[in-house]
């Protein structure tokens, strides 16, 4: 089997659902799309394969990928859909690809917030033992946050600092929805929404689509130029029964990342990795996942943070994009840190480019459609 | 154009009645509730007890046949205070966690009662991780996960 690539990329800006009025969820998705095949200057008839991330309950349509097919290019052709982060949805592109039945796909999540996302993760959880508390993805991700400040001891400023960190990242980013900085004391005095979680703490509700086109090695070549390798992609699914698992690390994320590396080669990813966009589903989660994903060891991450190593000018910038603290158009989320990643190794991240940068670590996460992280995609790219 | 426009807009609620099952094995645990008590189950290959209870171990992937009583006590495993009014979720505060019923190995999810949680700091004196909890039962118990009212720190 040859290499399978990053091709093209095309992105909207993401926003407040009000500010996104003016196209329906699908054609969002159509612009994003078009924007996708125009950067891999292609036609609709060279692609053979089409990936959907979508939601039904978040756009408020059953199977909605029924109206995506044809805005993701898909009339007519092998479209199936997932109902997960867009991460997944290139996983699962990049297999059809891998399986020599298709040699292009097309992958493409968009962040619908016409309904409350909130309510509409209570109806993740099983009707008998966890729904009727009112349960939600913001609780059950403050409750991880919980167990993980209780064993390591994280100070609340710490957390701050990777907010601060990824907003003045945000504002070097076109697409992002969040662009203003912020300080350490606006951070610490937002309002408690669910303790430990301050307001500022958790992931805006952002509208926007996000395409990505992949092709097997020969293609991509004469495609570009400046193929994206995808060179290891992993993912691992935890139980949803939150008090049956530890809370205190992102266990499918090891998991994933510790499968992902071994495909792409990657034994120290704190110093060969030139850049990662990982999902930074809360402040606390951020340092979870620099463990899961092996950039520290156990209870560490605060470290990382507070000594610089993951800021634009450290070693390892982390979240260039500003993450999910600045743009979460679930399920969408992390199709667009590929499309930054994709940028950011290209050479086209324009103001927040991490110069140099030659291999990236892209981690997606379950965030309105999980319990407590529970699901997790690792990938890793190279130019 | 000029201004802000307007485009027309449509309100969507689904309304779908569904009759969920909780089947054969979960309805054991729920009619034990009624008479206040409270049943694991345990894996007869990695012996953990589950709470709540399975009827197949996600782990060792076998049955779970074996039923075990537990007491109404236990300890915090985590938990979280929302202030927060989210669009058809509870009115806030309320307080989750999972707890630790004592011989469990797994965390039951419930709410904390019993305390003020009006001001965080002193809620957070009793609401903590190893708090030791206890349930207090509601008065009238129809086989639900409220036939437990909340778990009150002890």
């Given at each position: 089997?040859?290499?399978?690539?990053?091709?093209?990329?095309?992105?909207?800006?993401?926003?407040?659902?009000?500010?996104?009025?003016?196209?329906?969820y699908?054609?969002?998705?159509?612009?994003?799309?078009?924007?996708?095949?125009?950067?891999?200057?292609l036609?609709?008839?060279?692609?053979?394969?089409?990936?959907?991330?979508?939601?039904?309950?978040?756009?408020?349509?059953?199977?909605?990928?029924?109206?995506?097919?044809?805005?993701?290019?898909?009339?007519?052709?092998?479209?199936?859909?997932v109902?997960?982060?867009?991460?997944?949805?290139?996983?699962?592109?990049?297999m059809?690809?891998?399986?020599?039945?298709?040699?292009?796909?097309?992958?493409?999540?968009?962040?619908?917030?016409?309904?409350?996302?909130?309510?509409?993760?209570?109806?993740?959880?099983?009707?008998?033992?966890?729904r009727?508390?009112?349960?939600?993805?913001?609780?059950?991700?403050?409750?991880?946050a919980?167990?993980?400040?209780?064993?390591?001891?994280?100070?609340?400023?710490?957390?701050?600092?990777?907010?601060?960190?990824?907003?003045?990242?945000?504002?070097?980013?076109?697409?992002?929805?969040?662009?203003?900085?912020?300080?350490?004391?606006?951070?610490?005095?937002?309002?408690?929404?669910?303790?430990?979680?301050?307001?500022?703490?958790?992931?805006?509700?952002?509208?926007?689509?996000?395409?990505?086109?992949?092709?097997e090695?020969?293609l991509?070549?004469?495609?570009?130029?400046t193929?994206i390798?995808?060179?290891?992609?992993?993912?691992?699914?935890?139980?949803y029964?939150?008090?049956s698992?530890?809370?205190?690390?992102?266990?499918?994320?090891?998991?994933?990342?510790?499968?992902?590396?071994?495909?792409?080669?990657?034994?120290?990813?704190?110093?060969?990795f030139?850049?990662?966009?990982?999902?930074?589903v809360?402040?606390?989660?951020?340092?979870?996942?620099?463990?899961?994903?092996?950039?520290?060891g156990?209870?560490?991450?605060?470290?990382?943070?507070?000594?610089?190593?993951?800021?634009?000018?450290?070693?390892?910038?982390?979240?260039?994009?500003?993450?999910a603290?600045?743009?979460?158009?679930?399920?969408?989320?992390?199709?667009?840190?590929?499309?930054?990643?994709?940028?950011?190794?290209r050479?086209?991240?324009?103001?927040?480019?991490?110069?140099?940068?030659?291999?990236?670590?892209?981690?997606?996460?379950?965030?309105?459609?999980?319990?407590?992280?529970?699901?997790?995609?690792?990938?890793?790219?190279?130019? | 154009?000029?201004?802000?426009?307007?485009?027309?807009?449509?309100?969507?609620?689904?309304?779908?009645?569904?009759?969920?099952?909780?089947?054969?094995?979960?309805?054991?645990?729920?009619?034990?509730?009624?008479?206040?008590?409270?049943?694991g189950?345990?894996?007869s290959?990695?012996?953990?007890?589950?709470?709540?209870?399975?009827?197949?171990?996600?782990?060792?992937?076998?049955?779970?046949?074996?039923w075990v009583?537990?007491?109404?006590?236990?300890?915090i495993?985590?938990?979280?205070?929302?202030?927060?009014?989210?669009?058809?979720?509870?009115?806030?505060?309320?307080?989750?966690?999972?707890?630790?019923?004592?011989?469990?190995?797994?965390?039951l999810?419930?709410?904390?009662?019993?305390?003020?949680?009006?001001?965080?700091?002193?809620?957070?004196?009793?609401?903590?991780?190893?708090?030791?909890?206890?349930?207090?039962?509601?008065?009238?118990?129809?086989?639900?996960?409220?036939?437990?009212?909340y778990?009150?720190?002890?």
């Amino acid at each position: 089997m040859g290499r399978i690539a990053i091709v093209g990329v095309g992105q909207t800006s993401y926003e407040d659902v009000e500010a996104k009025r003016d196209k329906a969820y699908y054609e969002m998705v159509f612009e994003s799309t078009r924007r996708a095949l125009d950067d891999a200057g292609l036609e609709r008839g060279e692609i053979d394969s089409v990936v959907e991330a979508a939601y039904d309950l978040l756009d408020g349509r059953t199977i909605s990928n029924m109206y995506l097919c044809t805005a993701s290019a898909g009339y007519l052709k092998d479209e199936s859909r997932v109902a997960e982060d867009g991460t997944f949805a290139l996983a699962y592109a990049y297999m059809r690809i891998a399986s020599g039945h298709f040699d292009t796909s097309i992958v493409t999540a968009h962040g619908n917030r016409e309904g409350p996302a909130e309510l509409i993760s209570n109806y993740v959880f099983d009707p008998f033992f966890y729904r009727p508390f009112g349960v939600s993805y913001i609780t059950t991700l403050a409750m991880q946050a919980t167990s993980y400040t209780t064993k390591y001891g994280v100070k609340e400023e710490s957390a701050a600092r990777v907010v601060v960190k990824n907003r003045e990242n945000g504002v070097n980013n076109p697409y992002a929805h969040l662009k203003s900085k912020v300080e350490l004391e606006d951070v610490l005095k937002s309002r408690m929404v669910s303790y430990p979680l301050r307001e500022l703490e958790i992931p805006p509700n952002s509208s926007g689509a996000c395409s990505i086109v992949l092709a097997e090695e020969n293609l991509a070549k004469r495609f570009t130029d400046t193929p994206i390798w995808i060179d290891g992609v992993s993912w691992s699914v935890d139980t949803y029964h939150i008090g049956s698992k530890d809370l205190s690390e992102i266990t499918p994320a090891k998991i994933a990342a510790k499968r992902a590396y071994r495909m792409a080669k990657i034994d120290n990813p704190a110093k060969q990795f030139a850049l990662a966009e990982i999902g930074d589903v809360t402040a606390y989660h951020e340092f979870m996942l620099y463990e899961a994903l092996g950039l520290c060891g156990e209870g560490e991450g605060e470290k990382l943070v507070n000594d610089g190593f993951t800021s634009m000018s450290g070693e390892l910038p982390v979240n260039p994009s500003g993450g999910a603290l600045c743009a979460n158009p679930y399920p969408a989320t992390g199709l667009a840190s590929v499309a930054e990643a994709v940028l950011q190794l290209r050479g086209d991240a324009e103001k927040r480019q991490v110069p140099d940068a030659e291999t990236a670590l892209v981690h997606g996460i379950s965030i309105a459609a999980g319990a407590a992280a529970q699901t997790n995609c690792v990938i890793v790219l190279r130019r | 154009m000029s201004g802000k426009e307007e485009y027309p807009v449509v309100f969507g609620k689904w309304e779908i009645p569904y009759i969920h099952s909780a089947g054969r094995f979960s309805t054991q645990f729920f009619n034990m509730l009624k008479e206040k008590r409270i049943m694991g189950s345990r894996c007869s290959k990695c012996n953990r007890v589950l709470m709540p209870p399975r009827s197949f171990c996600e782990k060792c992937f076998v049955p779970v046949t074996e039923w075990v009583e537990l007491p109404d006590s236990g300890v915090i495993q985590t938990f979280t205070i929302c202030y927060e009014k989210f669009t058809g979720l509870p009115d806030p505060p309320y307080a989750l966690a999972t707890i630790r019923l004592d011989g469990a190995d797994t965390g039951l999810m419930h709410l904390i009662g019993g305390v003020d949680l009006s001001d965080l700091n002193s809620a957070l004196e009793k609401i903590r991780v190893g708090a030791r909890v206890r349930a207090v039962w509601s008065d009238e118990r129809k086989g639900s996960i409220f036939d437990i009212k909340y778990f009150e720190p002890i």
